[in-house]
């Protein structure tokens, strides 16, 4: 039976398995990695496991959010409400969405490593959910600008969050296109993207 924790263990052992998590999720992957692997490096049972996390899948993704936040902090950052809306200025803000989801360990190795199929697999529906609805809310201000300037005017704000999120799957598909040919293919997407987006 698993032990109880007083409040203060639980915040340290919940901040002990996020850490041990994300340095052994970035090292060996998500599959890889078992609860037994985490219960460890955190010093608790792996029965007392489950009280913190539902599956390794559920601390993979809570990690993940952590680094999802941080680009979407940055993109936002980098977003100026008042500035005017180009083809160029689109462009080089899905690029840059790019870059910062490459320079994460966690998320280039779900396209890497193909583990993505694994995590939709056995993360529950709702926290699926939740994550679009996170990416909905923190795009909106650039939607909302975009539609003030006459870009997708008329086009409901969840089927462009949609959009820009099937353009992100598809670094999932790195391989089949070729790990040669996607950089330039993402560019010319983007590119064909934004135009597309401006002229309509």
Do not use: C
Not at 22 to 38: N, P, Y
Not at 70 to 92: H, V
């Amino acid at each position: 039976m698993p032990k109880k924790f007083s409040d203060q263990e639980r915040a340290w052992i919940n901040e002990k398995l996020l850490t041990e998590g994300r340095r052994s999720f970035e090292a060996r992957g998500l599959k890889k990695t078992s609860v037994e692997d985490l219960t460890k490096a955190a010093g608790i049972s792996q029965g007392s496991f489950y009280l913190f996390f539902g599956s390794k899948e559920e601390l993979f993704f809570e990690i993940l959010q952590e680094d999802e936040k941080r680009i979407r902090d940055t993109m936002l950052d980098s977003f100026k409400p008042g500035d005017s809306i180009s083809k160029e200025g689109i462009k080089q803000f899905l690029l840059q969405a790019f870059q910062l989801m490459d320079d994460s360990p966690l998320l280039r190795q779900m396209t890497v490593r193909g583990e993505m199929e694994q995590l939709i697999r056995k993360l529950p529906q709702e926290l699926q959910e939740k994550n679009f609805a996170e990416d909905k809310d923190s795009l909106m201000p650039v939607i909302e600008t975009w539609q003030a300037q006459g870009i997708l005017r008329g086009v409901a704000s969840d089927l462009i969050v949609s959009l820009i999120r099937a353009l992100v799957l598809l670094t999932l598909h790195k391989e089949e296109i070729g790990e040669k040919l996607f950089p330039a293919t993402l560019e010319l997407l983007v590119d064909l993207l934004a135009e597309g987006m401006v002229s309509r």
